[in-house]
């Protein structure tokens, strides 16, 4: 069996993915085989992963954190790195996602009752990740100091006692109160998780570390625990793909530049990451636009992400007025593009006959591509190679979505996927719609793309950039911890 290491947080957001993505690395280059593993994941940020001994199917859909962990380990991401993942679809209810594939929808009171169900999926996943491998690395979900929701806990100290995975704590210096997150995590957790924790170690420092020596002190005298280090700003973090939604109120406009994207912020947002490679793009500025602002009347492009509640998104985005500066964007000769859910937005109609996303069955769309989306019960999950058809190049990505699309407009294909035409442009090739994410991942597709909006690309080759990212990552936090140490702490 694998030895293995779990990170859990004082709280959200701590910046436990990438830390485990980065100490993947770190084991990796020291040779081990190593992989990620988390039990219970929260994000319409999804990735597809392999489903293993299943050759139906594309594929299953895990945390697009375990993805990227995946790679910093070097394998192929499977489903098993996240047996459990939420897609949050309303403020009260998600989809269920377990071993990649759709289990079903739950209220949040409702989830709590059926973890007992879900914790046998989690320890067949964690067998099957431990196979083979020399180390595995284990990331929490939310704190284990939300004691209310022990008693049926897979996530955190649940999973560590039944496995016996000793736990680092991870505590954010960044937010403010760290010495009393981490000594009150300390105070209110029973004996039996508090002596799963090893240590811990501070996360985000900005500045003189000799200055929080104090603040070390005080933290031992009060725990007893002893320090891993204390990990600076990782600058390089900005480079990796964002798995949580969170992080989108703290993304704001950065210097002016020849060509802004405007995003709308949706309300239930996914994969947003799809504009990683354009914000890595010198020229070009990426806005996240939040709900209650007007959509930049100086884009150049306007870019409708996913969605994991198409009508629910669309009636928001009228509500805020954006489907009004859309419509000026577009008189304006400017140019949109929509993925996925922001595809089946930019339609005539979108028809929920079935009631899969919700009450509403009936949603009008924003008119800007002649077509209708019917949804549908089964979910195409897979990846694709595919090709643009306006630019003939090759294109690299994935589909997670529901529903049918129809109409004159998907005469004009935006890609063929698999020798199957995909999405639609509309007449004046201004307005395009895909269901592929990940199309500006691919190099020269990127760079064509943004020529003919008139703008010079970098040539940037975006996954060597995620890779160098990653590289650097695991250097500093081998600068910073003793991750010697946590790694002989594995058992």
């Known amino acids: 069996m694998a030895k293995a290491i779990m990170l859990q947080g004082t709280g959200s957001d701590v910046g436990k993915t990438v830390l485990v993505a980065g100490l993947c690395r770190v084991a990796r280059n020291r040779g081990l ?47 098993h790195m996240n047996p459990v993942l939420l897609k949050p679809q309303t403020d009260v209810g998600a989809q269920v996602i377990v071993q990649g594939k759709v289990f079903g929808e739950a209220r949040a009171r409702d989830y709590q009752a059926l973890k007992g169900r879900l914790m046998d999926a989690v320890l067949d996943s964690w067998a099957k990740v431990d196979e083979g491998a020399d180390l595995v690395i284990v990331e929490g979900a939310g704190s284990p100091a939300e004691i209310n929701l022990r008693s049926r806990d897979i996530a955190n100290m649940g999973f560590a006692t039944r496995v016996d995975v000793p736990v680092v704590l991870v505590g954010d210096i960044d937010r403010g109160g760290v010495i009393a997150s981490v000594a009150g995590t300390h105070l209110i957790l029973p004996e039996e998780d508090r002596r799963m924790i090893v240590g811990y170690l501070i996360n985000k420092f900005r500045g003189d570390v000799s200055l929080f020596d104090d603040g070390l002190r005080a933290i031992e005298k009060f725990t007893g625990w002893r320090c891993f280090g ?69 884009a150049g492009l306007v870019v ?43 339609g005539r109609m979108v028809r929920d006959p079935n009631g899969i996303e919700g009450s509403i069955t009936d949603a009008e769309g924003l008119c800007l591509l002649d077509i209708e989306t019917v949804m549908e019960p089964e979910k195409t999950v897979r990846n694709v190679s ?28 935006s890609a063929i996927i698999n020798g199957i035409e995909d999405g639609a442009i509309s007449a004046d090739g201004k307005v395009i719609g895909t269901y592929m994410h990940g199309l500006f991942g691919a190099d020269a597709f990127r760079g064509k793309f943004l020529e003919s ?11 060597a950039e995620v890779e160098r990212a990653l590289d650097e990552v695991a250097a500093e936090l081998e600068n910073h911890l003793d991750c010697d140490a946590i790694f002989a702490l594995a058992r």
Request: net charge positive.
């Open 230 to 298: 204390v990990v600076p700003w990782l600058k390089a973090a900005a480079r990796l793909p964002s798995e949580d939604s969170v992080v989108l109120e703290r993304l704001a406009s950065g210097e002016a530049r020849a060509l802004k994207v405007a995003v709308p912020m949706l309300g239930r947002i996914a994969n947003f990451d799809d504009l990683d490679p354009l914000k890595a793009e010198p020229q070009v500025e990426v806005v996240f636009v939040p709900p209650g602002k007007k959509l930049p009347a100086d």
């Open 386 to 413: 595919a090709r643009s058809v306006p630019f003939d190049l090759p294109l690299e990505g994935y589909e997670i979505h529901l529903g049918r699309t129809t109409g004159p407009d998907t005469v004009r294909p």
């Open 33 to 79: 085989k190593v992989r990620p593993f988390k039990p219970q994941n929260m994000s319409n940020n999804a990735a597809v992963a392999d489903i293993p001994g299943d050759n139906n199917h594309g594929g299953g859909e895990i945390g697009r954190a375990q993805w990227l962990q995946a790679i910093a380990c070097g394998v192929a991401p499977s489903v």
């Open 304 to 346: 409708i992400p996913g969605s994991k509640s198409t009508i629910g998104d669309l009636l928001k985005f009228r509500e805020n007025g954006w489907d009004r500066d859309l419509a000026a964007h577009r008189k304006r000769g400017g140019h949109v593009v929509g993925i996925c859910g922001g595809f089946q937005m930019l």
């Open 453 to 463: 909006l008139g703008i010079r690309g970098g040539g940037i080759d975006y996954r």
